[in-house]
Each structure stands twice: as structure tokens, then as C-alpha cells.
């Protein structure tokens, strides 16, 4: 009889499993509009069933959107990881943000734009401290125009890698976006491939590293947060 309970237990925890491979966890910031949706799906029902319907499914996209799925990190060293799932939108080179205090000299920024089906938590590019955060009001204009880095609402994350590269990534509200979620604080000792900041709904993030480094993505390229390697930086 035990034998039975225990291939029951592990079937079930085996399914488990593969349910959390599936279904991935949610970031904290989306429980508030998932709860949300919840509540307008419960009442909608009392008026309709198909209205009721449209809410659960309402509330499943909501779910979704916030989701964090588990990522494999390459750890080598020198070089930085996508901060973002998305598609490279531009490759160029470019003055990172004044409010940094960094100066004029250009450096090599690779912009991902994210559509609405995009993961939107960022992910830290590479290991090392944080020096500066830097948050900045500005226009909403659609993600994927290249001025979006200049004239859009933004959050700069200046971090020092712990090869001593500066890195600078750059979340940027979108067109529909209108709130930026940043956990790093300056001092902050960052792990590559951590989800550190979220972007609701729809936007870009810039990644700007040290002119010299190796691009290995194009325009036009996917790439997956924490996974992705979009450049190969030289060595100090």
C-alpha cells in the first residue's frame, strides 16, 4: 500500500514539476492588476457568462504579461547579456545618458524594443556594482523610433562590471508604457542575469557598452533576456 501512495506522490509532484516548466512564476509588481482583473472577472460574470469569460481571459493575459521565466546565464568573463527579451532594434553609436555624469564620449548602445507579448522584467547585464541610478521624466513616444532614447521617460542603471568595464542599461517608457520598476539602488552588488526592473506595457531598453566591444547581434535579431550574449567586451 505504501509502495502505491509513494508512485502516487511522485507522479503528482512530477507533474508538478512540470507545471512550474510551463506556467512560469510571476513578478511581485503584477499581483496588484492581477487581482485587479480578477475582481472585474468575478463581476462581469454576475451580469454575463460570456462577459465572465472574457474577464478569465482578461485576467490570464494579465498573468501573463508579468511573467519571469527561469533563465540559464552564460557566467564567462567580458561579456554582457541581453537586459531584455525583445528584438534589436538599432546598433549604434551614442552619448549614454547625461544624467549619468559619464561625459560626450560616445559608446556602442544596442536597443531592444519590446512588443506587448514580450517578457517585460529587465535582467542585469553583467555582474558588478551599481554606481548610479538615474530617473528621468520625459515623452512617450513609441518605443522602436530611435529619439525614444533621448526624448522618452527613462531609468539609467550605471554599473561598474567586476572586470571594470563601465555598463550602462537604460530602461525607456513606450507608447503605452507609463510606469518604470527599478530594485537596484546605488551600492547594490548585482549578479548577472537578475531580474532587477519591470516595464508596463510595451517598451525598450538600452544596453551601452564600451566602444571596442564585439556586437554579436543585428537589427532585426530576437534575443532572450539573461541568455542572449550581445557583445563580447575587450579586455582592460
Same mark, same amino acid.
Given at each position: 500500500?505504501?509502495?502505491?501512495?509513494?508512485?502516487?506522490?511522485?507522479?503528482?509532484?512530477?507533474?508538478?514539476?512540470?507545471?512550474?516548466?510551463?506556467?512560469?512564476?510571476?513578478?511581485?509588481?503584477?499581483?496588484?492588476?492581477?487581482?485587479?482583473?480578477?475582481?472585474?472577472?468575478?463581476?462581469?460574470?454576475?451580469?454575463?457568462?460570456?462577459?465572465?469569460?472574457?474577464?478569465?481571459?482578461?485576467?490570464?493575459?494579465?498573468?501573463?504579461?508579468?511573467?519571469?521565466?527561469?533563465?540559464?546565464?552564460?557566467?564567462?568573463?567580458?561579456?554582457?547579456? @541581453?537586459?531584455?527579451?525583445?528584438?534589436?532594434?538599432?546598433?549604434?553609436?551614442?552619448?549614454?545618458?547625461?544624467?549619468?555624469?559619464?561625459?560626450?564620449?560616445?559608446?556602442?548602445?544596442?536597443?531592444?524594443?519590446?512588443?506587448?507579448?514580450?517578457?517585460?522584467?529587465?535582467?542585469?547585464?553583467?555582474?558588478?556594482?551599481?554606481?548610479?541610478?538615474?530617473?528621468?521624466?520625459?515623452?512617450?513616444?513609441?518605443?522602436?523610433?530611435?529619439?525614444?532614447?533621448?526624448?522618452?521617460?527613462?531609468?539609467?542603471?550605471?554599473?561598474?562590471?567586476?572586470?571594470?568595464?563601465?555598463?550602462?542599461?537604460?530602461?525607456?517608457?513606450?507608447?503605452?508604457?507609463?510606469?518604470?520598476?527599478?530594485? @537596484?539602488?546605488?551600492?547594490?552588488?548585482?549578479?548577472?542575469?537578475?531580474?532587477?526592473?519591470?516595464?508596463?506595457?510595451?517598451?525598450?531598453?538600452?544596453?551601452?557598452?564600451?566602444?571596442?566591444?564585439?556586437?554579436?547581434?543585428?537589427?532585426?535579431?530576437?534575443?532572450?533576456?539573461?541568455?542572449?550574449?550581445?557583445?563580447?567586451?575587450?579586455?582592460?
Amino acid at each position: 500500500m505504501s509502495v502505491d501512495r509513494d508512485k502516487h506522490s511522485g507522479a503528482v509532484s512530477h507533474l508538478l514539476d512540470l507545471a512550474r516548466g510551463i506556467v512560469p512564476p510571476m513578478h511581485p509588481a503584477g499581483r496588484p492588476f492581477v487581482a485587479v482583473a480578477a475582481v472585474v472577472a468575478l463581476l462581469l460574470r454576475r451580469f454575463s457568462r460570456r462577459a465572465g469569460v472574457a474577464g478569465g481571459l482578461l485576467t490570464a493575459w494579465v498573468a501573463w504579461f508579468f511573467r519571469e521565466p527561469a533563465r540559464t546565464t552564460p557566467v564567462r568573463p567580458n561579456i554582457a547579456v @541581453a537586459p531584455a527579451d525583445g528584438t534589436v532594434s538599432h546598433v549604434v553609436e551614442a552619448v549614454p545618458p547625461a544624467e549619468l555624469g559619464l561625459g560626450d564620449v560616445p559608446m556602442t548602445r544596442v536597443s531592444v524594443f519590446l512588443s506587448v507579448f514580450d517578457v517585460h522584467v529587465q535582467r542585469v547585464p553583467v555582474s558588478g556594482e551599481v554606481r548610479r541610478v538615474a530617473y528621468r521624466p520625459g515623452k512617450f513616444l513609441s518605443a522602436d523610433l530611435d529619439k525614444a532614447s533621448d526624448d522618452n521617460e527613462r531609468n539609467a542603471v550605471l554599473l561598474t562590471s567586476t572586470e571594470g568595464h563601465d555598463i550602462v542599461v537604460v530602461q525607456i517608457a513606450g507608447l503605452v508604457a507609463r510606469r518604470i520598476v527599478c530594485d @537596484a539602488a546605488e551600492g547594490d552588488r548585482l549578479t548577472v542575469g537578475r531580474t532587477y526592473g519591470l516595464i508596463r506595457f510595451g517598451s525598450r531598453v538600452d544596453l551601452y557598452v564600451p566602444r571596442g566591444s564585439r556586437v554579436l547581434v543585428e537589427p532585426g535579431q530576437r534575443t532572450i533576456g539573461a541568455e542572449t550574449v550581445l557583445a563580447e567586451l575587450p579586455e582592460l
